[in-house]
């Protein structure tokens, strides 16, 4: 893989639930290091593209493409080698509540990689102490709050050592002082070169994290561009009017 070839592709791809379609020819590429951010009203298909391309939902059309191998047709064991590279971030933790922190992100290295539970053990307090959570690691989920859930979270997506990272609206259950905490980490994660494609409504995040933002509607691409572009330049009306109403880029272009 040479500098300038992705690492992730994603084709023409289409979702349809019943008659309504989704995703409408969704096409995009992220290199590494790359850190693009979706953004777009609910119902946009924000959540349903990560879902695809982390091969949760299959597609009805198009490719995914992973150093240039068509993943889409994935049978369950490839499916979960992939993920290993793909790993994904949801908005409501997905932590199993019978397992303590640590156990939480084990699991995935015993049964999925077949680590020994030893060094499983310590890849993982490694990862929840990169994440802050080294000192939680014998709590269970109801004895922490929704930022170290979903710190944990992200410590077992990374004991994974994923190549790329989804985030699906990671912070949108949070209240403002936890979400502080999960965007920290994530921002560590960037400082550290990972690429990463994030659902997000935190806007102020998004200007000063992304190379690119990515403005859906409708499942569509409505325009993409660098933050300084999407949130000052827009040059679709539907894209200004978006940033006006949630943050109100456009009624303040000095601040």
Request: glycine share 8%; proline share 4%; charged share 30%.
């Amino acid at each position: 893989m040479t500098a300038d070839e992705p690492i992730l592709v994603v084709q023409d791809l289409r979702k349809r639930f019943a008659e309504k379609e989704i995703l409408r020819g969704i096409s995009l590429q992220l290199h590494r290091g790359d850190i693009k951010v979706l953004i777009g009203p609910s119902g946009a298909g924000k959540s349903t593209l990560l879902h695809c391309i982390n091969l949760l939902l299959p597609a009805d059309d198009g490719r995914i493409l992973l150093h240039g191998r068509d993943v889409t047709g994935f049978r369950k064991r490839r499916v979960y080698e992939y993920r290993q590279k793909v790993g994904m971030i949801f908005q409501d933790f997905n932590l199993f509540d019978h397992l303590t922190a640590l156990r939480n992100v084990m699991i995935g290295l015993v049964r999925v990689k077949k680590i020994p539970k030893n060094e499983a053990r310590r890849r993982a307090l490694r990862e929840l102490e990169r994440v802050g959570l080294a000192e939680h690691a014998d709590q269970y989920p109801a004895e922490l709050s929704g930022g170290q859930k979903q710190r944990v979270s992200i410590a077992r997506a990374l004991a994974m050592e994923p190549e790329v990272m989804l985030l699906d609206e990671p912070t949108s259950s949070l209240d403002p002082e936890l979400t502080g905490e999960v965007l920290t980490v994530i921002q560590d994660l960037a400082a550290a070169g990972m690429t990463m494609m994030m659902a997000t409504h935190q806007f102020d995040f998004a200007e000063s994290l992304a190379n690119e933002i990515i403005f859906m509607e409708d499942g569509a691409i409505v325009e993409k561009g660098t933050p300084q572009k999407m949130l000052y330049a827009a040059e679709n009306l539907r894209t200004r009017e978006f940033c006006a109403r949630i943050h109100g880029y456009w009624e303040n272009p000095e601040r």
